[in-house]
């Protein structure tokens, strides 16, 4: 069964950086999609950012500009450089994989980003 590792989650101040991995144990060029979510406390999970199989990316208008979600076929790592980070950023930030056809979605066990102001 495949399984997402992320890593890299922490503490940063207002205005810093930190990136994210995603490791797949197997290649994610088997995933049609591979996305980064996040939940804050008492929020439902919302979409940060994902990339296709044919390295197609889309943000979420609140990351648009600072976060950057990449993919490395190689390593069968996804990442995700968070810049400009803000309070508002505080998470659990979660790697997915999908499979369309048949459906599948696999979520890693998530990695805490906290940001202080």
């Known amino acids: 069964q495949v399984q997402l590792v992320e890593s890299g989650g922490g503490l940063v101040q207002a205005g810093g950086s930190l990136g994210l991995s995603c490791v797949a144990s197997?290649?994610?060029?088997?995933?049609?999609?591979m996305g980064w979510y996040r939940q804050a406390p008492g929020k439902q999970r919302e979409l940060v950012a994902t990339?296709?199989?044919?390295?197609?990316?889309n943000y979420a208008d609140s990351v648009k500009g600072r976060f950057t979600i990449s993919g490395d076929n190689a390593k069968s790592t996804v990442y995700l450089q968070m810049n400009s980070l803000k309070p508002e950023d505080t998470a659990v930030y979660y790697c997915n994989g999908k499979s369309l056809s048949p459906y599948r979605s696999k979520w890693g066990q998530g990695t805490q980003v906290t940001v202080s102001s």
């Open positions: 197997r290649s994610i060029l088997s995933f049609d999609v």
């Open positions: 990339i296709t199989s044919g390295g197609t990316t």
